[in-house]
């Protein structure tokens, strides 16, 4: 064997698929429990990528804190190709929620509200004037002169 070729790809890497060497080191060390990021990737960009998105997964962190995190890792651009798969997962986490608003004119529901009243209570259907108000005073929408606004 020359010393000089390069060892013949045995993995493919999780999140661009490129073909790529994995050592038997590698290999042992992950057999005796110890973690190793070339079990994965190829390249350390990859795997900080393979990282969130296992994090996603997992429910260890929520898509705000994913986005936060890749974004600092790769504000210069150096994001992998990555497997179609994948790349739609991550477009799904760097995609901004849109906040929901409510278009001009858009009318808020009211609830209404019902309130028990004693049945010895003599109360009008129609009733204009608030229960203990006397007639004379001026109500809200009243001018000081009697008049409403309503038919403004």
């Known amino acids: 064997m020359n010393r000089n070729a390069l060892p013949t790809p045995n993995a493919k890497c999780k999140i ?20 190793s990021w070339k079990m994965h990737c190829d390249s350390y960009e990859c ?8 994090g996603v997964r997992a429910g260890v962190m929520d898509k705000e804190q994913a986005r936060e995190m890749l974004s600092e890792r790769f504000s210069g651009g150096l994001i992998p190709e990555m497997l179609p798969g994948v790349a739609e997962e991550y477009a799904e986490i760097m995609e901004k929620p849109q906040k929901a608003r409510r278009k001009r004119g858009q ?14 209570t003599d109360i009008e259907a129609n009733s204009e004037t608030p229960v203990g108000s006397d ?11 009697g008049e409403s606004d309503e038919a403004i």
Do not use: M, T
């Open 135 to 145: 007639e004379s005073e001026v109500g809200l929408g009243a001018e000081p002169n």
């Open 47 to 54: 795997f900080a990528v393979y990282d969130v998105l296992a």
């Open 16 to 35: 661009c698929g490129k073909p790529y060497y994995r050592c038997k080191r590698c290999i042992e060390l992950h057999a005796a429990g110890v973690f």
């Open 107 to 120: 009318n808020l529901e009211i609830q209404s509200i019902s309130i028990a009243i004693p049945a010895d």
